[in-house]
């Protein structure tokens, strides 16, 4: 399964980006939907995680200045990101937790990362 991020680019300081991840499939269950980011030279982080039951979880970097959300008609998740920083820059890669019905009908759970979308903030 491939799901498909979009919405980054590149933008000044203080500006903002709107990040979206449509996960695929005929889904049963969603169990949590987030998004992380990997700067150059480190390590792939969470950025912000939305759970099944509607709780958020922000890192203290972007608390206050990001937003997650998610349209379960839409099977989508969304980062309303604003005051942007050029430490923000980064791949941003969402990962959907759910389940969903293959092609002949077997249930599949899992994790999943979309392919990522590059975030540049200049100063």
């Known amino acids: 399964v491939q799901l498909q991020a979009y919405g980054g680019g590149l933008v000044q300081a203080g500006g903002s980006l709107r990040l979206s991840c449509a996960a695929p499939?005929?889904?049963?269950?969603?169990?949590?939907m987030g998004w992380y980011r990997q700067a150059p030279g480190k390590q792939r982080e969470l950025v912000a995680v939305l759970s099944s039951g509607g709780s958020t979880k922000y890192a203290d970097s972007v608390k206050g200045r990001f937003t997650i959300s998610g349209d379960n008609d839409k099977n989508t998740v969304y980062l309303q990101m604003n005051s942007l920083k050029p430490e923000d820059t980064a791949v941003y890669y969402c990962?959907?937790?759910?389940?969903?019905?293959?092609?002949?009908?077997?249930?599949?759970?899992?994790?999943?990362w979309g392919q990522g979308t590059l975030v540049t903030v200049s100063s």
């Open positions: 990962n959907v937790d759910y389940g969903y019905y293959s092609e002949h009908g077997i249930p599949l759970v899992g994790a999943y």
């Open positions: 499939g005929i889904i049963f269950s969603i169990k949590a």
